[in-house]
T-cell receptor, first 116, second 112 residues
């Protein structure tokens, strides 16, 4: 079985541009979460989606948005890129249930974004 | 104060040693706890969940102390391949939304 997949693997953008990152969860998983990881830090929670609805949001500006599609894949969009947005963007899927607030996250390989 | 705090290390120990990490969390309503391992330039991978009763998986033992709000990871008979960054994860704590908090990670280096 395929694990979590992300595309692209690497991306270079310039300040002010927009970027879309994509994630496909493990088959059967209905929840997708997005994280930003800068060098030397742990992943920072951006969003969690479950059944196409936003279930949680971290402390990121409105330039960051996401959505989940009927097939449970997800996109993370970042507008008006800043130099500080350069990071590894990780997607994780989980078999979250509607009644549970806890889940084990399985990560994809990440998209490394560089903003020049 | 950070919601989840870890000693960043690095811990540099000889092969065969026993090493322990702690991770403290600030939200007493937190519900689930995990340890992840992350190798350089790779994604985090689940090492083990942490239960109140404590749990063991081979050379690895995890403990949760809710009263003092910390979790621990013990690695016995350490191997060279254990060299990595160990991340603690705390989830829940808000009934209206999901919240997943990672610590900054503890770097472990095992020397021959």
């Amino acid at each position: 079985d395929a694990g979590v997949t992300q595309s692209p693997t690497h991306l270079i953008k310039t300040r002010g541009q927009h970027v879309t990152l994509r994630c496909s969860p493990i088959s059967g998983h209905k929840s997708v979460s997005w994280y930003q990881q800068v060098l030397g830090q742990g992943p920072q929670f951006i969003f969690q989606y479950y059944e196409k609805e936003e279930r949680g949001r971290g402390n990121f500006p409105d330039r960051f948005s996401a959505r989940q599609f009927p097939n449970y894949s997800s996109e993370l969009n970042v507008n008006a890129l800043l130099l500080g947005d350069s990071a590894l963007y990780l997607c994780a899927s989980s078999f979250l249930s509607a009644s549970s607030n806890t889940d084990t996250q399985y990560f994809g390989p990440g998209t490394r974004l560089t903003v020049l | 104060r950070k919601e989840v705090e870890q000693d960043p290390g690095p811990f540099n120990v000889p092969e065969g040693a026993t090493v322990a990490f702690n991770c403290t969390y600030s939200n007493s309503a937190s519900q689930s706890f995990f340890w992840y391992r992350q190798d350089c330039r790779k994604e985090p991978k689940l090492l083990m969940s942490v239960y109140s009763s404590g749990n063991e998986d081979g050379r690895f033992t995890a403990q949760l102390n809710r009263a003092s709000q910390y979790i621990s990871l013990l690695i016995r008979d350490s191997k060279l391949s254990d060299s990595a960054t160990y991340l603690c994860v705390v989830t829940g704590g808000d009934s209206s939304a999901s919240k997943i908090i990672f610590g900054s990670g503890t770097r472990l280096s095992i020397r021959p």
